[in-house]
């Protein structure tokens, strides 16, 4: 069964600082992983997918890398900003199944 | 247009009634997916179905079943509220049979139950 952990599980930082956000998997035969936001009392907004054959995929200030043999990914948040104060979760699909499985979050505040 | 629509949005209702959670997608998708988000914001999977067959969480109590119309609809039914069953329920759609296909998210439904 897949397992997936998200360190830290919340975070603050004042503006400017890069950032970085790991998600850890168990099953390393993985199909896809899905970077989403969260803003509170809001739904999930999709920002990054990253294939089992890429490495790293780019949108922005957000950079997301991929390392399959070690069951590893992180998020990298440049410059940030108070607008980027949100929950970030991340979904693998892996295991011969389609369905997304989520970690619990990183919650990051962003301080002005 | 909403790629995924959910319908309520808010619902407050009263333990031991029976309520329906309405979830439509537009992107053409032959795989829709029901998750529950605890107060703890953990997203768990209930539900999976597309046209061949329907992947049930062992976890989740038979109160709960999802109905699919159609391809375009998978709605969430619940009997017998309690009040452990509040939460955030979280449809989505994906291209079933691609394993690589990205997974589209509607805005959630805040059930309360009193």
């Known amino acids: 069964k897949q397992e997936v952990t998200q360190i830290p599980a919340a975070l603050s930082v004042p503006e400017g600082e890069n950032l970085v956000l790991n998600c850890s998997f168990t099953d390393s035969a993985i199909y896809n992983l899905q970077w989403f936001r969260q803003d509170p009392g809001k739904g999930l907004t999709s920002l990054l997918l990253i294939q089992s054959s890429q490495r790293e995929q780019t949108s922005g200030r957000l950079n997301a890398s991929l390392d399959k043999s070690s069951g590893r990914s992180t998020l990298y948040i440049a410059a940030s900003q108070p607008g980027d104060s949100a929950t970030y979760l991340c979904a693998v699909k892996a295991g011969g199944s389609y369905i997304p499985t989520f970690g619990r979050g990183t919650s990051l505040i962003v301080h002005p | 247009d909403t790629a995924v629509s959910q319908t309520p949005k808010y619902l407050v209702t009263q333990m031991g009634n029976d309520k329906s959670i309405k979830c439509e997608q537009n992107l053409g998708h032959d795989t829709m997916y029901w998750y529950k988000q605890d107060s703890k914001k953990f997203l768990k999977i209930m539900f999976s179905y597309n046209n061949k067959e329907l992947i049930i969480n062992e976890t989740v109590p038979n109160r709960f079943s999802p109905k699919s119309p159609d391809k375009a609809h998978l709605n969430l039914h619940i009997n017998s509220l309690e009040l452990g069953d509040s939460a955030v329920y979280f449809c989505?759609?994906?291209?079933?049979?691609?394993?690589?296909?990205?997974?589209?998210f509607g805005q959630g439904t805040r059930l309360t139950v009193v």
């Open positions: 989505a759609s994906s291209q079933g049979d691609s394993h690589n296909a990205e997974a589209f």
